[in-house]
């Protein structure tokens, strides 16, 4: 069963909606059950199920916070799209393994997002700039 356009957008605003309210729960239910989670560069690499899951969003909530998601293009294809956007807010914790002491940051997403036939998100694949997250969490000796 194909999706619309429309179809995938809603899914994923409500999913970075979600992402934005540090709702893990609620991230967790636009995932299909069996879906695969997978942030490249997590250490732990991808996770399957949202049981899964958990454990990186969890973390991530816990590194970032006051998360703002702007799409700036997505292409769109048969169940799937592909979605660049920017994220930016503040860096309490230890995003990545990097000291934010609660600076300011922001950093280009690429998302890879696959759909099941009930519109869950099935497969999630992000890419994230860890150069600009670097240049912006400078390390000290």
Partial sequence: MALT???????????????????????????????????????????????????????????????????????????????????QGKAPGRPFGLEGKGRSLDFRLLHVVEFNDAGQIQKEQVWIDLAAILRQLPQQP
């Fill in 5 to 87: 356009p429309e179809q995938m957008d809603r899914k994923i605003t409500e999913h970075y909606a979600y992402e934005r309210n540090d709702d893990v729960a609620g991230v967790l239910a636009t995932l299909a059950p069996d879906a695969t989670h997978d942030v490249i560069g997590w250490p732990k690499g991808p996770s399957h199920g949202r049981a899964a899951a958990r454990e990186f969003y969890e973390r991530m909530f816990a590194d970032l916070a006051e998360s703002r998601v702007t799409p700036l293009r997505r292409l769109y294809g048969d169940r799937f799209l592909v979605d660049e956007s920017v994220w």
